[in-house]
Every structure is written in structure tokens, then in C-alpha cells.
């Protein structure tokens, strides 16, 4: 064999050695990859198994809390050791004017604008016919709009693919809206504009609401409301008694609790939504929605 071709053979075999070397390096690389993102996921349900615990600590310490002399309380965030946190958001749905419940009287005089009314209207209802300020699917298509649900809205937030609900308008009537309960006002904790809404209510029975809230009393029912009323005023509400009676409640019927958990230097989070029902000894889970 030649001096040229031991060279050749020589640098062949360098060239081969080189080509496994990096083959076996980029090899171990993505070995290194893989094993670091067996480790990420591995601790990322760690994390999320010990946000869920956490969760499930506070959605227990909310139930053994109830006492029937006082309304469930939010938890602010409770320190369970080891990084371990949990929290828990009780609403009262009956505090808020139930969006899919509302007729256009209500609407109109929470929203105070017809065309957002009817746009809301023709967004809920099940046909297709646009009312003359509404707005239906020709009009969300010519917009590149979502079609309208024809249906109940799922979530508040939805009001924002409504035309017209722009944020300034959603952020005004957010608040004062909801898609949970039983569409009943509470006369106890609904915010005065929520209570406006109500027929046949008018100054004096707002007046009397804000008078007894700020000496810390409270209604037993709508009966005691109308006894505290001029003459005049009682046989106005005493007129749509029944109607009235259907529409408010003095105890919130349903609560809805946002439960949280999580662990202290990690993003995760693990939620629960429970609707609760308010008995005599008990606050009872009738839903849960976890994530």
C-alpha cells in the first residue's frame, strides 16, 4: 500500500471518528434535553398534586367554618407550610342582576341604553330576527364578529362579543352581573343600581335599603321593607307583592366559592368552583367545576 493511500485511509478514519463524536455529543445532548424535560413534567405534577391538596384544605376549612348566625367569608391566603398556599372567593350571585334571567325593563334600567339592550336581547334569544337597535348574525359576520350564542351567556365576560359592550361599558355593568343563582335579588347585599332594577322600585324604597344598611340592620323579609314605607309607597309595592316576593330573597339561596391552591415560587395553579347551598347546619356542594 502507498505512503498516499495510508494518508487517505488515515484521514478517512480521523473523519469518521470526528462524525461519531459529534454524533454521540448531539446524542447526549437530546438525552439531556429529554431528561430535563422529564424532570420539568415530573416536577410540574409534583407541584400540581400539592396545589391540589392545598385546594381541597381550603374548599374543607370553608365547609367546617359555616355557622347559620353569620354568611360564609372569603379566606385570605392561608399559609399551609412548606410553600403550600391556598385562598378562597365566596360571591353571592344574588347580590348581582342575572344577565340570562334580566327582562328588557331591568336591563334597560341597569344598562341605561337601548341599543345595548337589544343587542344583548337579540345575543340571548333564540331566533334570528334583529330588533330595530339589536344586532344579529348578518351584522357580527359583516364585522368579523363571533355569531351570536342564541342562548344563554355562558360567563359575564361574554358580554365583550356583544356590539356595543365596549370596556368601558363592560367595566361599568361587570360588577353588577352575573350567570349563576337562581336570578333572585338579595334586598341585603345587591348594590343599589342591582336593586333599581327590581319593578316598582323607586327612591323611597332605595332610601329605606340604604338607611337600615348604613345603621347595620338588615331585612327579615320584603314584608318588613314595605312596613317602612309611607302609605303611598306600600300600596304601590303592595300592588306587585307577589311578583316582587318572586323576584328577591332576604339569604342569599346559592353562594359561589373560587377555590385556590398553590405553592409558593411556582405559576401553578389548581382552582375548584363550587356552588353551595346554604341549610340549616350546613353549606352543601351541589356543583363543583375543577380545572
Known sequence: MSARMIRDCRGFALLTALW??????ALAATGLILVREDLAASRNRIVLLRAGWAREACADILLARFRPDRPAASLDTVDLGRGAWCLVVVEDPSARLDVNAADSAALRTLLGDDSLVAALLDWRDTDAVARPLGAEADWYRQHGGALPRNGPLAAVAELGEIRGFDTAARARVTPLLTVRGTGRINLNSAPLAVLAALPSFGAAELEAIAFRRQ???????????????????QNRLLARHQDLAARTVTDPPVLVATVEGGVRGYPLRSVAVLTLVPTPTRLAVVRRESD
Open 20 to 25: 461519531l463524536v459529534v454524533a454521540l455529543s
Open 215 to 233: 345603621a347595620g340592620g338588615r331585612w327579615s323579609d320584603l314584608d318588613g321593607l314595605i312596613g317602612a314605607l309611607p302609605a303611598a309607597e
